[in-house]
């Protein structure tokens, strides 16, 4: 593949808080609370910049009032924004529990303006100078952001530019129906989820097997598995298991992201998928040692 990469997806207001052991309930958890730019396809897009793509954009929605602040934020990370602004609707906001002693988090999400992304804030000429392009799937989540995400698509599509997908949640995928998602996702290239959503996905219990079991619907998924790394799957085989750095994790929010960004600034780059599933692995654990999803930029 040649050319930059276009994120079609979600740009968010991250409020991270970071607390050791079990939250209190009815009562005071102390908590190291700090409010970051976020969102599954902006972390992608700027962990794609941090790995070397040089022309990586994002299209996504914001609240009006926000959006001067995630334009600035996303430029100084290296990523061109394309940010639609909401006049009725607040930036999507995360908040991010993350327990300090074992770095995992849990998300309570308010999608915002993500879900009132719609059709006419797709135009084909985002398309010039691609090579491929991803999109978030929280947008598949709300009927009018899935349209929009579904359009972008059926356009790449029509221009020869491969798509790639995240199923981003494994708990919206529960809700929303799992064949409907993949009846969605047709004509998608790569898929990238991770264990849970590809178990959900597929039913299978293995990650060996569920990653098998959706290369035969997808050309080529690339499975995280966290501290274990990654799984590589195409025509119902795995050929490759990619291990993970050694990194001491202090927040896995957006490590997923991290790896969807560099695995797909190697692709571009030409590399096999092994390759940059090993690249994307490399970003994922340095994502691990940063608060928030986004590469650390400067002030």
């Known amino acids: 593949m040649t050319g930059g990469l276009l994120v079609v997806g979600d740009v968010v207001t991250d409020v991270v808080a970071r607390h050791r052991g079990p939250l209190a309930p009815a009562t005071d958890t102390a908590a190291e609370i700090r409010t970051v730019p976020g969102g599954a396809g902006a972390n992608a897009a700027c962990w794609a910049a941090r790995a070397g ?10 609240g009006r009032a926000e959006a001067a602040w995630h334009e600035e934020r996303l430029r100084r990370a ?7 602004p909401d006049p009725a609707a607040p930036t999507a906001t995360v908040v991010s529990l993350v327990d300090t002693a074992t770095g995992e988090r849990t998300f309570l999400t308010d999608s915002g303006a993500v879900w009132r992304m719609a059709p006419a804030d797709w135009n084909p000429v985002f398309l010039d100078g691609i090579g491929h392009l ?18 972008a698509a059926r356009s790449a599509l029509e221009a020869g530019v491969p798509v790639s997908l995240d199923p981003a949640s494994a708990g919206f995928l529960a809700e929303w129906g799992t064949d ?4 969605a996702a047709e004509g998608v290239e790569v898929l990238l989820p991770n264990a849970d959503e590809a178990r959900l996905l597929t039913g299978r219990a293995e990650p060996v097997d569920a990653a098998a ?7 080529l998924v690339a499975m995280t598995l966290g501290a274990a790394g990654a799984l590589v799957a195409a025509a119902g085989e795995i050929v490759a298991k990619v291990p993970a750095p050694r990194a001491t994790a202090v927040d896995s929010t957006g490590a997923g992201d991290a790896f969807t960004g560099g695995f797909l600034a190697a692709r571009l780059t030409g590399a096999e998928p092994s390759e940059a599933a090993a690249a994307g692995c490399r970003t994922g ?5 940063v608060v928030g999803g986004r590469p650390p930029v400067r002030d």
């Open 53 to 62: 793509c040089a022309d990586v954009r994002i299209l996504g929605r914001t």
């Open 78 to 84: 290296g990523v061109r924004p394309l940010l639609v």
């Open 134 to 151: 991803h999109l978030s799937g929280y947008l598949f989540f709300a009927d009018s952001s899935r349209e929009l995400a579904l359009a």
């Open 180 to 183: 409907r998602f993949l009846d």
């Open 213 to 219: 079991e959706l290369s035969h619907r997808f050309p």
């Open 285 to 289: 654990a340095e994502a691990v040692t």
